[in-house]
């Protein structure tokens, strides 16, 4: 089963907001709500920061939120900061034989 | 405090099998509803699904990997060991292994090892 599908790349201003798309079908990101979202760089651990649909975990910044509708989850991360920047994957439950499924990954830019 | 950390060779041949240990603390795989996972990146792509392996034994494997890898645990020693056999180059990567929270579902991963860098070639 292909991926979840994630825009390449986004980019956004300081102060500004983006939202990123993760699109997947009914056995997956529309069928439940394990869907999650991670921060990346290079050469360190991904870093949770939303787990089913629209939790933050304690310690992220309520400017990071989820949503969902239908079988495309969406993470949105308001008031842009520098520290931003780095690729955002998402990640679902899937009920067919890959259990686990991440989206491509998004580049996230701050200009 | 849940930590990982993976360990391994940072360079396996053509052909050979390739064997990582994630050691963890913070908690146990004899703990019902405990899962690790493996994950995988090769340099510029993406983040990819390998293997789960929950507290009960019950094992789950990627669809595009499944002939090649097979995953283990040792709850006496808080491992878990992925086997990857036959590597080609296309398996060149950073591996991680993470801490999958308990649920009848995969969840999420929080929190995840630093990673080891793999390289395949001869």
């Known amino acids: 089963q292909s991926a979840l599908t994630q825009p390449a790349s986004v980019s956004g201003s300081p102060g500004q907001s983006i939202t990123i798309s993760c699109t997947g079908s009914?056995?997956?990101?529309?069928?439940?709500?394990?869907v999650s979202w991670y921060r990346h760089h290079p050469g360190k651990a991904p870093k949770l920061i939303i787990y089913e649909v629209n939790n933050r975990p304690s310690g992220v910044s309520d400017r990071f939120s989820g949503s969902k509708s239908a079988n495309t989850a969406s993470l949105t991360i308001s008031g842009l900061q520098a520290e931003d920047e780095g690729h955002y994957y998402c990640t679902s439950y899937s009920s067919t034989t890959t259990l686990v499924l991440f989206g491509g990954g998004t580049k996230l830019t701050v200009l | 405090q849940i930590t990982l950390k993976e360990s391994g060779p940072s360079l396996v041949k053509p052909t050979e099998t390739l064997t990582l240990t994630c050691t963890f603390s913070?908690?146990?795989?004899?703990?019902?509803?405990?899962?690790v996972g493996w994950i995988r990146q090769p340099p510029g792509k993406a983040l990819e699904w390998l293997a789960l392996i929950f507290w009960n034994d019950d094992k789950r494997y990627s669809p595009s990997l499944i002939n090649r890898v097979i995953i283990t645990k040792d709850t006496s020693e808080n491992q878990v060991v992925l086997t990857l056999t036959d590597v080609d180059p296309t398996d060149t990567a950073t591996y991680y292994c993470a801490h999958a929270p308990p649920g009848y579902f995969f969840r999420w991963f929080d929190p995840w090892g630093q990673g080891v860098l793999v390289t395949v070639s001869s």
């Open positions: 913070g908690f146990s795989l004899k703990t019902s509803g405990e899962s």
């Open positions: 009914s056995s997956d990101v529309g069928g439940y709500k394990y």
